[in-house]
């Protein structure tokens, strides 16, 4: 079965950077776009960041560009969120998820998700 599994979330103070993975295994990486979603306490799940199977076209919401970068290794069936001069509101559990073909900002349209990473950004 297709299990994404997040890893490198933690604590970190405002200012600090964290590198997040999500390792993808029972599907054709490929073949899928990736995205990163974050919820925070009593928030809606939202759309941090989307690459295209490809690997280009990343796409970013407004309130991370410039301090999130995604990556993929399709060798390594792996998505990576690196992410620098944290802020207190970027506290969230972090998803990894997949989309089959076509990218999207919108997370009813993923088709697999992972388990959640927590992301703690102290002031």
């Known amino acids: 079965q297709v299990q994404l599994v997040e890893s490198g979330g933690g604590l970190v103070q405002a200012g600090g950077s964290l590198r997040l993975s999500c390792a993808a295994s029972g599907l054709t990486f490929t073949q899928y776009n990736m995205g990163w979603f974050r919820q925070a306490p009593r928030r809606e799940r939202e759309f941090v960041a989307a690459i295209a199977r490809g690997g280009d076209s990343p796409d970013y919401v407004d309130s991370v560009k410039g301090r999130f970068t995604i990556s993929r290794d399709n060798a390594k069936n792996t998505v990576y969120l690196q992410m620098n001069s944290l802020k207190p509101e970027d506290t969230a559990v972090y998803y990894c998820?997949?989309?089959?073909?076509?990218?999207?900002?919108?997370?009813?349209?993923?088709?697999?998700w992972g388990q959640g990473t927590q992301v703690t950004v102290s002031s």
């Open positions: 998820a997949a989309r089959w073909l076509l990218p999207t900002r919108e997370a009813q349209h993923y088709n697999f």
